[in-house]
T-cell receptor, first 113, second 116 residues
Framework: SQQGEEDPQALSIQEGENATMNCSYKTSINNLQWYRQNSGRGLVHLILIRSNEREKHSGRLRVTLDTSKKSSSLLITASRAADTASYFCATDAKAGGSYIPTFGRGTSLIVHP | SQTIHQWPATLVQPVGSPLSLECTVEGTSNPNLYWYRQAAGRGLQLLFYSVGIGQISSEVPQNLSASRPQDRQFILSSKKLLLSDSGFYLC???????????????FGSGTRLTVV
């Protein structure tokens, strides 16, 4: 089963608006990461938040983490048409001596110019 | 600098034909390597991962296999492709922090495989 689940599955907004995506997970984590994927391309790492952190900023990105609720949110402020992409959260599940990455199904964001 | 190369970018293969997708990493040693498959509009399904040469772990039993003949080379193969093998295949590598915690995954640009 999926460790991370994003919602909404799809989000359509106007340029300049804020976009908020959420991610829920099931087991304890060391960190949680957000990735972006343009259509037909590989995923690009956006930001990592550690389990002992509650909020992190990077440019127009703001990530929060609530380990008590096993959830995270990604906020993109002042969105641009170029932000149109799918966004995934990823967590690690320990398997033996290794950490296995698990990605959610993603949120498809469309920003209309 | 660290880079990852994945090829080919697109591939159309007939049912029953073999498959070989290659992924190489530069600028790092002993990376963790991963193969993912992504169906259209869906999330990523982890197929195989490798923590070292010759060490392959399979997450999902299926018509595919993986090999790691060199430290920075990861190959995804099939002897006979099925229609259901169509999808977008992504290779990735990771770096680990203290206690083997993964800090980030770096993805290749992907291979669009269409089995006809």
């Amino acid at each position: 089963s999926q460790q991370g689940e994003e919602d909404p599955q799809a989000l359509s907004i106007q340029e300049g608006e804020n976009a908020t995506m959420n991610c829920s997970y099931k087991t304890s984590i060391n960190n949680l990461q957000w990735y972006r994927q343009n259509s037909g391309r590989g995923l690009v790492h956006l930001i990592l938040i550690r389990s002992n952190e509650r909020e992190k900023h990077s440019g127009r990105l703001r990530v929060t983490l609530d380990t008590s609720k096993k959830s995270s949110s990604l906020l993109i402020t002042a969105s641009r048409a170029a932000d149109t992409a799918s966004y995934f959260c990823a967590t690690d599940a320990k398997a033996g001596g290794s950490y296995i990455p698990t990605f959610g199904r993603g949120t498809s964001l469309i920003v209309h110019p | 600098s660290q880079t990852i190369h994945q090829w080919p970018a697109t591939l159309v293969q007939p049912v029953g034909s073999p498959l070989s997708l290659e992924c190489t990493v530069e600028g790092t040693s002993n990376p963790n390597l991963y193969w993912y498959r992504q169906a259209a509009g869906r999330g990523l399904q982890l197929l195989f991962y490798s923590v070292g040469i010759g060490q392959i772990s399979s997450e999902v039993p299926q018509n595919l296999s993986a090999s790691r003949p060199q430290d920075r080379q990861f190959i995804l193969s099939s002897k006979k492709l099925l229609l259901s093998d169509s999808g977008f295949y992504l290779c990735a590598w990771s770096v680990s922090g203290v206690g083997t915690v993964i800090l980030r995954y770096t993805f290749g640009s992907g291979t669009r495989l269409t089995v006809v």
